[in-house]
């Protein structure tokens, strides 16, 4: 079985010239990466991305918000998904030069804020964890994202070379405590079933790329479990995104995982295997996105659903989450 190299100290991502510190390449338990460094300057100016990305499930709904910077644009966005109905709400923008937003050079380090016409983000890190704000015209989200003491983070960095590399935080199976309202109706969390998981990146990308993320959060017999799967964009680095929590404690999996699909019916069941993985999503709907606009395009289809199989001992059946397909031009 692959190893990566555990980080137990703090360091810089990068050095003063702006290229990754090679010191700084593994996997932590918690964040332990300074990374102001990125996006700061012109050292990489147009490839330096950095954002936050949260998702919140409850029993009836899924939400997610973002505040992103990537470089000559910031790109915040809300999405709301009915689990009843399968009714999506989607409030996209882009905002040149990053005009409206702010995000932390580290996390947990600020606020990160995004301001436009049709929507406002606050993700403000709290004595409890990180309050998420989140409202436009149909929808009022205010959530916090518990973080329960002795819960390991994944904390990843990603090397394609010392000029492109990411530092990413995967950090699912977080209590979510809070209320979204739509349309003026209000829906609470409820406790062992309302999750928050968080994405963090900081990095300098290559303008194209492609990958796959699962996730999955909640309660299997008796213990609470944070499911973190990605891969190709990881491919040849020597580097994963692969982990499992359970009550708190992280265990690393360096091997890359075989996703199997089919782009022809998203809604069919997703199997992903590799190492102490054997796993099988089942989706329960699909949230297709696709943005074209000069140099910038994406194309995303993600599925929500529920895993079912096991991560070596740890049993998965029922644990609600998502999977997402996702190609990358910025």
């Known amino acids: 079985m692959p190893q990566e190299r555990e980080i137990t100290e703090a360091v810089d991502l990068t050095l003063g010239n702006g290229r990754l510190n090679p010191a700084a390449v593994g996997w932590t338990r918690s964040p332990l990466h300074r990374t102001d460094g990125v996006g700061h300057g012109r050292v990489g100016w147009g490839r330096n991305k950095r954002w936050e990305y949260w998702a919140v499930t409850f029993e009836t709904h899924v939400a997610a918000v973002v505040v992103s910077d990537i470089g000559y644009a910031a790109v915040p966005s809300l999405f709301v998904l009915d689990r009843r109905s399968g009714e999506q709400i989607s ?47 149909r929808v009022d989200l205010d959530v916090i994202a518990h973080l329960v003491p002795g819960h390991d983070r994944l904390g990843v960095v990603v090397p394609w070379s010392d000029r492109l590399f990411q530092y990413t935080v995967k950090d699912p199976a977080r209590p979510a405590v809070g209320r979204v309202i739509v349309d003026g109706t209000a829906y609470r969390t409820a406790d062992g079933t309302s999750w928050a998981t968080l994405d963090h990146g900081r990095g300098r990308w290559p303008y194209a790329v492609s ?16 499911l973190q799967l990605g891969g190709r964009w990881t491919d ?4 994963t995104e692969n982990a499992v929590i359970v009550d708190g404690w992280l265990t690393k999996i360096s091997d890359d995982l075989r996703w199997q699909y089919s782009p022809e019916d998203w809604m069919s069941p997703w199997r992903i295997d590799g190492g102490p993985v054997a796993l099988t999503f089942h989706p329960e709907h699909v949230r297709e996105s696709v943005t074209q606009l000069g140099v910038l395009a994406s194309r995303t289809h993600q599925c929500f659903g529920t895993w079912r199989g096991r991560v070596g001992e740890v049993g998965v059946d029922g644990l609600f989450g998502w999977v997402e397909d996702v190609h990358q031009r910025w």
């Open 91 to 137: 409030v996209d923008a882009i905002s040149p030069l990053g005009r409206g937003t702010s995000l932390p050079g580290t996390l947990d380090r600020g606020p990160a804020r995004a301001r436009t016409k049709h929507l406002a983000i606050d993700i403000v890190a709290t004595p409890d964890g990180t309050r998420l704000r989140a409202r436009s015209k």
């Open 211 to 226: 990958w796959n993320w699962g996730s999955g959060s909640g309660i299997v017999g008796g213990r609470t479990i944070g």
């Open 236 to 239: 040849g680095t020597g580097s």
